[in-house]
């Protein structure tokens, strides 16, 4: 009786909100895989619909545009590095420093991604435009590093500075850092001595 309930299950027609995600979850794995191969700017929605293998009018019941289906895969793509960050640095509660340089490795690790550092931090700003990409930016990667820098200060291993400016002077330097990886100017391994001599700077 199990065996044919799961069989049952295994045939029983698709919602239309399992199919309409389905869809759009296609539509976000082709768009990922152009825009990290080509960039914003050379891949066409016809070249996303083919690869996804659905219809043009499927791509707009879903995104307005080329952009804002961009924009959905540069939040997922920040939405993970997020919760990568968040996940490395767990293991260090009684040592802020640590998770925050744990939580700087997986940054480098991402930015050194080709298709993650065009997507995020190459096409992102001028796809989106500077003011709504760093929006995006905040919720996510910079909003775990002043969760970290926050929680540095309050254990007392950082002595009391602005956080508001020492997150956005930090997070521009990590977006300098992932631009350098990404171009070959920088080696993840000199960039993880720099930041941890910003941090060891910033002990009480």
Known sequence: MAGSEKRASANAPRSNAERHAETRAALMKS???LFAEKGFAETGTPEIVTAAGITRGALYYHFADK???FRAVLEAEESALAARINEVSD???DDPVEALMAGTRAFFAA???AGTNRIV???GPSAL???EWRR???RYAAATLRDGLTAAMESGAFRPVPIDELTNVLSAAFNEAALGLGAGRY???ALETTFRALFDGLRA
């Open 121 to 123: 931090f190459v096409d």
């Open 91 to 93: 293991p260090f509660p």
């Open 31 to 33: 768009a990922r895989a």
């Open 187 to 189: 080696t993840a391994a």
């Open 67 to 69: 952009r804002d289906l």
């Open 136 to 138: 995006i930016d905040e």
């Open 111 to 113: 930015a050194a991604d």
């Open 129 to 131: 435009g500077w003011d």
